[in-house]
């Protein structure tokens, strides 16, 4: 039996090895490899080997030790792919004029609205997203540079309890013209409330700070449960005729958009070709969104290596 079992496990270590051999990211040293040897079997310069490994004497090599094949890859450095989109959101004129442009046509689709007289109900409303739609966050996505961790609550929160965040170009003149057409404004955002209500209060703060109308708990629905904001669309729909809906997710328009791979959404959106300009409006946000998810096809837990990669392998490359 003691045979046996050793004869496994040498069974388990010869396999070991040999997939790690052959691994993406790694190369088990075997007897009688040298480093010349390697980087043909692997694809990596010698000079490559030496400076992701460290190795001081290129001559001087153990069968069983573990060579790296890549670089190792970090948050931080993932984060630096951020700094393209973040520079245009902010500091743009083009991200600027998108802006205005945008609201100056949701204006045009308004006032459509309140002249056409077979629109029989007696209360009209608009729907908005929060972030990247009506208030720029890009303050916090530039604060994720040169740090070493992503997005998440533990920072986020702070960033809207603090309540700075500044309106979008056009956003507050839109809103109020709206407003003072006798429109219902309502603010549907997947910011959550949180148990001590700061996420609630600090985004109330944030709108009343900005001047925005319609800031107060019946128009302000923030997330208390799923993500899927259908149920608050819905909640809007029976009570108001609903002009238009803003955002810069497409979710924030149907779920049908929701948790589908990057073909899928593509298709889906041609699907609802007529409805964009007309009922939806789109913002632009390049910094973060659904769109990366489905990159990951919703692997949020991918390395940043490995996102880095998805983002990479996605994209169209020029071949000539």
Do not use: C
Request: glycine share 6%; net charge negative; aromatic share 12%.
């Amino acid at each position: 039996m003691k045979k046996i079992t050793s004869l496994l496990l040498a069974v388990l270590l010869i396999m070991t090895l040999s997939m790690g051999a052959f691994a993406m990211d790694s190369y088990v040293i075997e007897q009688g490899d040298t480093l010349y040897r390697i980087s043909g079997k692997v694809g990596v310069s010698i000079e490559e080997l030496v400076e992701l490994n460290g190795i001081e004497n290129p001559n001087l090599i153990y069968t069983g030790d573990l060579l790296k094949l890549v670089p190792d890859y970090s948050t931080m450095e993932l984060n630096e792919q951020l700094v393209m989109a973040t520079a245009w959101f902010q500091q743009s004129a083009e991200m600027r004029a998108i802006s205005y442009q945008t609201f100056n046509f949701a204006k045009v689709l308004v006032d459509m609205d309140l002249a056409d007289e077979t629109v029989t109900a007696e209360t009209r409303a608009i729907v908005v997203d929060l972030d990247e739609t009506i208030i720029d966050n890009s303050d916090y996505e530039a604060w994720l540079i040169g740090k070493d961790f992503g997005y998440s609550s533990s920072t986020w929160n702070p960033w809207i309890q603090a309540g700075i965040a500044p309106a979008l170009p056009g956003a507050v003149e839109f809103l109020n013209y709206v407003a003072d057409q006798g429109v219902h404004v309502y603010y549907i955002s997947n910011r959550k409330v949180l148990d001590d209500n700061s996420g609630y209060i600090g985004t109330k703060a944030n709108l009343m700070a900005l001047g925005l109308p319609f800031a107060d708990e019946e128009h302000l629905l923030l997330r208390t449960g799923s993500s899927n904001k259908t149920e608050r669309r819905t909640y809007v729909e029976d009570q108001h005729h609903v002009i238009l809906y803003m955002g810069d997710n497409l979710n924030d328009f149907l779920a049908d958009f929701a948790g589908i791979g990057v073909d899928e959404r593509l298709a889906v959106t041609d699907q609802y070709k007529a409805e964009f300009g007309k009922k939806f409006i789109v913002m632009p946000n390049p910094m973060y969104g659904e769109w990366e998810g489905s990159i990951y096809n919703f692997n949020w837990g991918f390395s940043p290596l490995e996102k880095s990669e998805a983002r990479k392998d996605i994209l169209r490359i020029w071949d000539h």
